[in-house]
């Protein structure tokens, strides 16, 4: 928040209830509340600000994120209330709206960061939040010592009170009168040293953990309107295709259907930007009537240029393009050079599917516009976005649109993408009416944005004492950025290649080059993106490496991290790449596992690191297969993520990570035959039972004193290749393919 005056940074206000208001804006932004401010000391009402101290002592506090089951709405608050000095065990937290506004330097957010995507919600927040705490508890602290007429130096904070010099208690709701009276500090308030912490670093409890166990928790598809319809859309299932014809008389016959019509797909070629394929769409008065009226459609299609798409031809235009000479993106040294100098080279060929997000709570919009304003409802990652989107088909001033964010349940980077509030936009002013758009689960899984299918060959050089000389890594893969007007700048291989990823800076020779594919699937971001589309086969092939020359796997990944540096990381994550925090988890997670132990059992062990998004983190899993079927008897998940906010939170995102990286890894792949997605249930896209999964995910945490990076995702890119490599360990089957399941039964 460089270059912002404190003054102008802080917002306090007092409200008709008696309730403190501190909160954070930008540069000269009006404070505009959602509801009146006579209502803002209420409990139930909205947030104007991070911060309300009530007449009872209680302390509510926003939260700002959109909570996607990754924790914000517990890890954000915790940090307002550590420099609040608050009693954690009183506090309530309450989901913040979207806070877009105009001040008098142009739009603004008076909340700051809102997204979730990219694990930065606790990076962005780390500063910036502390500080709306601290300005909070210095007013409080003022107050007080006006009240005893006493320096401020003299008195503590401590649980919602100010301590007096001879332990006099003052609660805070005592002094909010004369706190808001109080001309915020003009430089910034200082922050506590970490000794000082007593919320941060503490185990912490879904705030919400119960409204969602007992059913309470409302999340965006449980979000009602008066006068809404509903709406169900049956969307053309070839890439790019058309509706050609309908016959909707027996759907129109069906009690509770109001109308039918068609809705345009983006024009060929063009940026998706808005809804993502052409349809028909159904609006009835609740939802069974919308699916029913869905069912007795009867539409032909018009099939669009990629109806001859399928993974197999895929497939083949990777093997065919890897033949050429790709895009350089990163080239150190001479490879072909070291290759004819190599006492020895491996080469090997990974393969890793498109993946859908099937979050558990499919898209949804519910959505009402009126000539001079909006209001949407419904679990988002991208609120910026869907504003926008919603401004672009309205023609509404932004401010003007208002958005209520709910938990979602699951985003994974799906929602991210706001196609599904396109369509609410475009069917509700057809309708002139509210509308709440229904997703089915084949809707979901055949209309997502795809991660992206790729072809990495690597080869490794080796001198004659079997030491690494050089790398390649050619992948040939659908580029994510693919009909995406933000990213048409962006380097070649984005989402499928990183220039500085694990080994880069590590040998004398390195050869990154990309390779794209044709391929009408939208693609979008998946669950930490680029890492689990190419840590597969990076870390599998270290360990074909180590077992070829007969190397330990660990000691061959030490070696060549090499000793303790920081190195240059240009990506997400960076500016820099620590070799001696990806080495301490690597250790670390042999040492859980008991790597150097023989196993004769028949059990394997397999072993893998990856550095995510500023984060370290390391899988080891010991494994059996017996027959077909694999059990997984150990699983061990070492992280580092910097300074630990919410220790239980970040066990549980890894554990999370874990299971979700099994589930992926071993299940799960989208194809595509004759220009449509194959997959449209859990039938056939089948996530992790509960069978194939391990007991417990046992979870380290190494203890860090730099500044803490997310951990949404950093749980989840290793898996997939310590999974493989154990595989390996127990059988001698090497799997290049994911998934894993469908190919080991090949291979056995």
């Known amino acids: 928040m460089s270059g912002i005056n404190r003054r102008q940074f802080i917002s306090v206000m007092l409200s008709a209830g008696g309730a403190l208001i501190v909160g954070m804006r930008a540069a000269g932004a009006a404070f505009k509340p959602t509801v009146p401010i006579d209502m803002l000391g209420e409990p139930l009402t909205s947030l104007g600000a991070f911060v309300r101290i ?26 307002i209330a550590e420099e609040l000095d608050a009693d954690w065990a009183r506090v309530r937290v309450e989901q913040l709206p979207y806070g877009y506004e105009i001040g008098p330097d142009g739009p603004t957010n008076r909340y700051g960061a809102q997204g979730a995507g990219g694990s930065t919600s606790i990076p962005d927040g780390w500063k910036d939040l502390r500080q709306v705490g601290a300005v909070a508890r210095w007013l409080l602290l003022e107050a007080a010592a006006q009240h005893w007429q006493l320096p401020q130096d003299r008195l503590k904070t401590e649980s919602s009170h100010v301590l007096h010099p001879d332990g006099t208690r003052m609660p805070y709701a005592e002094l909010v009168e004369r706190a808001a009276a109080i001309l915020p500090p003009a430089e910034a308030v200082a922050l506590k040293t970490p000794e000082q912490y007593r919320v941060i670093g503490k185990p912490a409890r879904t705030v919400d953990a119960l409204a969602i166990v007992t059913g ?38 069906i009690a509770g259907v109001r109308d039918v019509f068609a809705l345009p797909g983006p024009v060929l070629g063009s940026s998706l930007d808005t809804n993502l394929a052409a349809g028909v769409v159904v609006l009835a008065d609740n939802t069974w009537a919308a699916l029913k009226g869905r069912a007795a459609l009867k539409v032909s299609w018009k099939q669009g240029p990629w109806a001859e798409e399928s993974s197999a031809k895929l497939e083949a235009q990777a093997t065919e393009a890897l033949k050429g000479a790709g895009i350089a993106v990163r080239v150190e040294g001479d490879l072909d050079k070291a290759r004819k100098a190599a006492k020895r080279t491996l080469e090997a060929k990974y ?43 309205t023609g509404l001033a932004r401010e003007k649109i208002e958005i209520r964010m709910t938990r979602a349940g699951g985003g994974f980077g799906r929602r991210l993408k706001n196609d599904y509030v396109a369509e609410a936009v475009m069917i509700a002013k057809k309708a002139g009416a509210p509308v709440k758009l ?46 995406n007007a933000g990213m048409k700048d962006e380097a070649a291989g984005i989402g499928c290649l990183e220039p500085d990823d694990f080994p880069a800076g ?79 988890v690597l250790t670390r997670c042999a040492e859980a596992i008991d790597w150097k132990r023989k196993r004769s059992d028949g059990r394997g062990v397999g072993i893998a690191c990856h550095f995510t998004f500023g984060g370290y983190a390391a899988h080891a899993f010991e494994v059996s297969v017996d027959g077909r079927d694999l059990r997984i008897h150990r699983a061990i998940c070492v992280i580092d993520v910097g300074r630990v906010v919410n220790p239980l939170g970040v066990d549980a995102m890894m554990m999370g990570g874990t299971i979700d990286g099994i589930s992926t890894a071993l299940n799960l792949a989208i194809t595509v035959k004759e220009g449509q997605v194959v997959q449209g249930s859990f039938g056939d896209y089948a996530v992790g039972r509960m069978a194939q999964m391990p007991h417990e995910v046992e979870v380290i945490q190494i203890a860090s004193e730099k500044e803490p990076a997310g951990a949404g995702e950093m749980g989840i890119p290793s898996v997939a290749p310590a999974l493989a490599n154990a595989i390996y360990a127990a059988t001698t089957v090497r799997v290049r393919r994911l998934p894993i399941l469908p190919e080991l039964n090949r291979l056995l």
Not at 230 to 238: G, K
Not at 519 to 542: C, D, K, Y
């Open 216 to 253: 309470k928790a409302a999340f965006g598809i449980d979000s009602y309107m008066g006068g809404a319809l509903t709406a169900v859309m049956l969307r053309c299932p070839y890439l790019d295709g058309s509706v050609d014809s309908i016959d909707d008389s027996d759907t129109r016959k």
């Open 506 to 584: 590590l040998l004398p020779n390195l050869d990154k080059r990309f390779f794209a594919l044709e391929s009408g699937m939208p693609r979008g971001w998946w669950r930490a993106p680029l890492h689990t589309f190419h840590a597969f086969a990076v870390q599998s092939f270290i360990d074909e490496i180590a077992v070829e020359t007969k190397q330990d796997a660990v000691a061959l990944r030490l070696a060549l991290l090499g000793e303790a540096r920081e190195l240059d990381y240009k990506g997400h994550g960076g500016p820099k790449f620590d070799t001696g925090r990806l080495a301490a």
């Open 54 to 79: 009530e007449r009872n002592n209680r302390i509510v506090i926003g939260a700002r994120g959109c909570e996607i089951g990754q924790g914000v709405m517990t890890s954000l608050p915790m940090l």
């Open 438 to 483: 229904m997703w089915s689960r084949d809707d979901d899984l055949r209309h997502d944005f795809y991660r992206p299918f790729g072809v990495h060959q690597l080869t490794a050089t080796l001198d004659k004492k079997n030491q690494l000389t050089g790398f390649g890594h050619l992948c040939a893969a659908t580029p994510v950025n693919y009909r």
């Open 351 to 393: 393969q890793v599917p498109f993946l859908a997000h099937a979050t558990m709570e499919p898209p949804h919009a519910l959505i009402k516009i009126e000539p001079d304003r909006a209001l949407f409802i419904g679990a988002l990652q991208s609120p910026s976005g869907a504003s926008r989107v919603i401004a672009d088909l």
